[in-house]
């Protein structure tokens, strides 16, 4: 069965530190990669995507990530936190293969920034 | 543009009910697409619409169901409520089905089964 696995639940740094959360998925194929964000109060927002092409892919905020096909992974990383990244983030796949698009999504990792 | 709307944003429902939840989705997006989120069990997809028509379908029973209409909205029907069904219901709004299309999700309908 297809899954995504985020194995940090709760992260916490303090302002300044490097971020890296880690995702991976259950097995190959042709995939779209997403990364999400809920910050406290809001609906889920897009983060970063990857359909193809560079592996290394940059979003919003200084976020990017990384897709490594051959360990079916998608982290995420931020080299220097905010206290506004505080907010839980979920990793997403779309397995193309399926022939259907229906996104199947981590647990999550919820992340606390210190001041 | 507006984003996408839900309505009601909090439910409040007893066993055996059954509810119907709305989604507006963003103007000029065509589809729409329904997630259910549970502690227990995370984010979970419920269905597809396109066009008036369902596209793909999760593991979900025969009781929750949905529809579109010709102008996008969409709602969702969950029959003979459970107690498990208590979750934060969300709906995202797409243009088109294709895979390339960012998914833009709305605030959600939280439903409490009591």
């Known amino acids: 069965a297809q899954s995504v696995s985020q194995h940090n639940h709760h992260v916490i740094l303090s302002e300044a530190a490097s971020l890296e959360l880690g995702c991976n998925y259950s097995?190959?194929?042709?995939?779209?990669l997403f990364w999400y964000v809920q910050y406290p109060g809001q609906h889920l927002q897009l983060l970063l995507k990857?359909?193809?092409?560079?592996?290394l892919v940059k979003g919003i905020k200084g976020f990017e990530a990384e897709f490594i096909k051959s360990k079916f992974s998608f982290n995420l990383r931020k080299p220097s936190v905010q206290w506004s990244d505080t907010a839980e983030y979920f990793c997403a796949v779309n397995w193309l293969d399926t022939g259907r698009r229906a996104l199947t999504f981590g647990s999550g990792t919820r992340l606390q920034v210190q001041p | 543009k507006a984003g996408v709307t839900q309505t009601p944003r909090y439910l409040i429902k007893t066993r055996g009910q059954q509810v119907t939840l709305s989604c507006s989705p963003i103007?000029?997006?065509?589809?729409v697409s329904w997630y259910q989120q549970t502690p227990g069990q995370g984010l979970q997809f419920l269905f597809e619409?396109?066009?008036?028509?369902?596209?793909n379908k999760g593991n979900f029973p025969g009781r929750f169901s949905g529809r579109q209409f010709s102008n996008s909205r969409s709602e969702m029907n969950v029959s003979t409520l459970e107690l498990g069904d208590s979750a934060l219901y969300l709906c995202a709004s797409s243009p088109s089905a294709a895979h390339y299309n960012e998914q833009f999700f709305g605030p959600g309908t939280r439903l409490t089964v009591l």
């Open positions: 097995y190959g194929g042709t995939v779209n």
């Open positions: 990857y359909f193809s092409g560079d592996p």
């Open positions: 619409y396109f066009s008036e028509t369902q596209r």
């Open positions: 103007s000029g997006h065509r589809s």
